[in-house]
Nanobody, 126 residues
Framework: QVQLVESGGGLVQPGGSLKLSCAAS????????MGWFRQDPGKERTFVVV????????YYIDSVKGRFTISRDNAKNTMYLQMNSLKSEDTGIYYC???????????????????WGQGTQVTVSS
């Protein structure tokens, strides 16, 4: 069993930055890939970025490449998402999730994830 708790969301102006955190409980954190997803009101939850269990491999969707950075600290059971140069289209509820797999290749689909946090709201607006 893994419990995930996100924090760090908020309201920020376009061009600003936020850093999200995802704190995990459970002994399996360091053995599974972790991902961030975004959900807009009335829309499906969509994949944003994933990091492998070791932290050595990452995969981003094109729209956030160069602006977002995912990282993890397995000693602290915590994952992070540094979001820079934020745009209005980045607005949404961000969820962290634990994959069934250790690598990123199989962890790019929502079906790969079996544990979810409660979400944190990110609003980019002037």
């Amino acid at each position: 069993q893994v419990q995930l708790v996100e924090s760090g969301g908020g309201l920020v102006q376009p061009g600003g930055s936020l850093k999200l955190s995802c704190a995990a409980s459970g002994r399996t954190f360091g053995s599974v890939a972790m991902g961030w997803f975004r959900q807009d009101p009335g829309k499906e939850r969509t994949f944003v970025v994933v990091i492998s269990a070791s932290g050595g491999t990452t995969y981003y969707i094109d729209s956030v490449k160069g602006r977002f950075t995912i990282s993890r600290d397995n000693a602290k059971n915590t994952m992070y998402l540094q979001m820079n140069s934020l745009k209005s289209e980045d607005t949404g509820i961000y969820y962290c999730a634990a994959s069934r797999y250790s690598g990123t290749l199989k962890s790019r689909e929502i079906s790969a994830y079996n544990y979810w946090g409660q979400g944190t709201q990110v609003t980019v607006s002037s």
